[in-house]
């Protein structure tokens, strides 16, 4: 996990107001929690917040910086954002030890053209994030698996990732992340049997050709009298 630095200011909680105003002027408004400290009202602007979340990611280590010289090791545990004005709303640090193993979920991406593609078959991504325990920085950014060497029907399970010996794995080690299937086959539509009728339906009420018009041999006999 990359380390980055990013200001910060400590702030009162307040009001839906108070917020308001500092979004129009900039910032995000936060909270810090963790483990051995009080929750703390905190504020990051906009703009640095974003240019990290593109950058680093977002499994980054966050050092929040404050005026005087002050600075709490954080993670973001998670972040809210309006769905109409794509804007943020409120951000949620956890404060973390450097020294102590962290929980994460790290995105998997595929490397290389598995070979079962000249056969025709089709890459499957089952698994896109991967949960591990490990120091945070120890922790990668994403894991690359190279998928080059699957042919077809086989597959690669999280059992034959290799992430070397300081980094837990806590992903179910039989789950799938990636496999080479054949492609699906429509099944043509069956053919009409023999005799059955092919025309579209009759509305309610009307009788087809056949039956509005009465055979010569049913023609009306003539009256005795």
């Known amino acids: 996990m990359q380390r980055v630095a990013i200001e910060a200011i400590s702030r009162e909680s307040g009001k839906h107001g108070k917020l308001s105003a500092l979004r129009r002027q900039g910032f995000i408004p936060g909270v810090v929690y963790g483990r051995g400290m009080t929750a703390m ?114 597959s690669i399970h999280v059992a034959d990732l290799k992430l070397g010996d300081k980094i837990k794995v806590l992903t179910n080690e039989t789950a799938t992340v990636f496999s080479v299937v054949a492609p699906a086959v429509e099944e043509a539509p069956p053919l009409p049997e023999e005799g059955a009728a092919t025309g579209g339906a009759v509305p309610a009420g009307e009788g087809s050709v056949a039956s509005a018009a009465a055979p010569e041999s049913a023609a009306k006999a003539p009256s005795k009298k």
Do not use: C, W
Request: aromatic content about 6%.
């Open 41 to 154: 009202s905190v504020a990051v602007p906009i703009r640095a917040f974003e240019r990290i979340r593109r950058t680093a990611g977002e499994s980054a280590i966050l050092e929040l910086q404050f005026d005087g010289g002050q600075a709490i090791t954080t993670v973001v545990h998670e972040f809210q954002m309006n769905p109409i004005r794509d804007t943020y709303i409120h951000v949620d640090f956890l404060s973390i030890s450097l020294d102590e193993p962290l929980r994460s979920r790290i995105p998997i991406r595929p490397v290389g053209t598995a070979i079962g593609l000249k056969e025709g078959g089709v890459l499957e991504h089952s698994l896109y994030e991967l949960e591990v325990e490990a120091l945070p920085l120890d922790i990668p950014d994403y894991v690359e698996v190279d998928v080059s060497g699957l042919g077809l029907k086989h």
